[in-house]
C-alpha cells in the first residue's frame, strides 16, 4: 500500500485513519526486514539516493542481542520497484569507535540523518552517542562496487 498525495496539505495532514490503517498493514509495506535474531530492527536513516545501479539507501543496521550497538549499513533497491532488495552488505559501514560514539547520551550509536553525494564522495551525516552530528565519507563507486559485486 503506497499512499498518494495530491497536495501538500494531505501530506502534513493525512487523512483521518492514514497512520491506523497503515499500522494495521505493517506487513503488506515492508520492504526491508532484519535476519533473526534481532531485538531491533533496520531503521530508515538517510532519505535514499538514486544512482545509475539502484536506490542507495543508508540506514541504521539491525542489531542482535549480542551486537548492542547502533551502526550504520548500506543497501541497494530496484530504481524501478523500490521494493525489490538487490544487495546490502553484512557488516556495518560505520560502527562506534570514538569516545563521543562510544560514551554519550545514549552508548555505542552511529545513527545516519543524510546522505548526500559530493562530486565522487558519499558524505553520511550521522549522529553520535545521541548527542553531536558527524560527517563520515568514502567514494562512491568503491561503496558501490563493494555493495554490487557478486559473491
Not at 551486537?67 to 562506534?96: G, M, N
Not at 558524505?123 to 553520535?128: I, K
Request: glycine letters at 6%.
Amino acid at each position: 500500500m503506497i499512499a498518494q498525495f495530491d497536495s501538500l496539505e494531505k501530506v502534513i495532514k493525512p487523512p483521518k485513519g492514514f497512520m491506523a490503517d497503515n499500522i494495521d498493514h505493517y506487513q503488506d509495506n515492508v520492504v526491508f526486514e532484519p535476519p533473526e535474531p534481532v531485538y531491533r530492527g533496520a531503521e530508515v536513516g538517510a532519505v535514499p539516493i538514486k544512482t545509475k545501479d539502484g536506490w542507495l539507501f543508508i540506514y541504521c543496521n539491525a542489531n542482535t542481542s549480542d551486537h548492542p550497538e547502533w551502526t550504520i549499513s548500506a543497501a541497494l533497491f530496484d530504481l524501478k520497484d523500490p521494493r525489490k532488495v538487490l544487495a546490502h552488505i553484512e557488516k556495518p559501514i560505520l560502527k562506534p569507535e570514538t569516545e563521543a560514539e562510544l560514551k554519550g547520551v545514549i552508548n555505542n550509536v552511529t545513527f545516519p540523518e543524510g546522505a548526500v553525494v559530493v562530486g565522487d564522495e558519499l558524505y553520511v551525516y550521522y549522529g553520535s552517542g545521541d548527542q553531536g552530528c558527524c560527517l563520515a565519507t568514502c567514494n562512491l563507486e568503491d561503496l558501490m562496487q563493494h555493495l554490487t559485486r557478486k559473491n
